[in-house]
């Protein structure tokens, strides 16, 4: 099983500032298959970003995915107030399907 | 609009069952795999089990494998799980999400939830 840490825990930032949120697997992801999720307080997950890189549909060009193998970052480039909310790492290459812990991102 | 829609969750006691469903709209549902991913209060996200478009293959995280069971009617859109031995740490949200077409890749496309509680 790949196991995904998320670092930090939770990120107090400011309106305007950057967000970088890491997420580091246990062996390497094959084929970066490795997605991010937005949740915000009493909903469902969002998917925000695929393959490592590729954004979902809906989501503004400051959110970024970057990375391969065992090291992938999401940055924010200037966080707007709806940005706030907890961000999950989750791989699709091996079963079992994996998510990392999370990373709360909170207004400082 | 795509849309799905959880339904079944409840209050039930250690040892019991519950069958959850997932009503899907606006898709063609059988040409999609689809999944189950619980979250427990306050807690993180964790894949439960998931079925392809077919309903021939199916997978299972070891933390309810022999005890939930996953199944899909084509005919009436509709994602199941069978859920035998509950436990309290089976308390959670059950979110059922498709995936991006006919593979348990990227979770696409998620229900709003509903809440399984297991208590005495």
């Known amino acids: 099983e790949i196991v995904l840490t998320q670092s930090p825990g939770t990120l107090s930032l400011s309106p305007g500032e950057k967000a970088t949120l890491s997420c580091r697997a246990s062996q390497s992801v094959s084929n970066n298959y490795l997605a991010w999720y937005q949740q915000k307080p009493g909903q469902a997950p969002r998917l925000l970003i695929y393959?490592?890189?590729s954004r979902a549909t809906g989501f503004p060009d400051r959110f970024s995915g970057s990375g391969s193998g065992t090291d992938f970052t999401l940055t924010i480039s200037r966080l707007e107030p709806e940005d706030f909310a907890v961000y999950y790492c989750q791989q699709y290459g091996s079963l079992p399907r994996t998510f990392g812990q999370g990373t709360k991102v909170e207004i400082k | 609009e795509v849309q799905l829609v959880e339904s079944g969750g409840d209050l039930v006691q250690p040892g019991g069952s519950l069958r959850l469903s997932c009503a899907a709209s606006?898709?063609?549902?059988?040409?999609?795999?689809m999944s189950w991913v619980r979250q427990a209060p306050g807690k993180g996200l964790e894949w439960v089990a998931g079925?392809?478009?077919?309903?021939?293959?199916?997978h299972y995280a070891d933390s309810v494998k022999g005890r939930f069971t996953i199944s899909r009617d084509n005919s009436k859109n509709t994602l199941y799980l069978e859920m035998n031995s509950l436990r309290a740490g089976d308390t959670a949200t059950y979110y059922c999400?498709?995936?991006?077409?006919?593979?348990?890749?990227?979770?696409?496309?998620w229900g709003q939830g509903t809440l399984v509680t297991v208590s005495s």
């Open positions: 079925i392809r478009g077919g309903g021939d293959t199916v």
């Open positions: 393959g490592a890189s």
């Open positions: 606006g898709l063609v549902f059988s040409t999609y795999a």
């Open positions: 999400a498709a995936h991006y077409g006919d593979y348990l890749n990227r979770f696409d496309l």
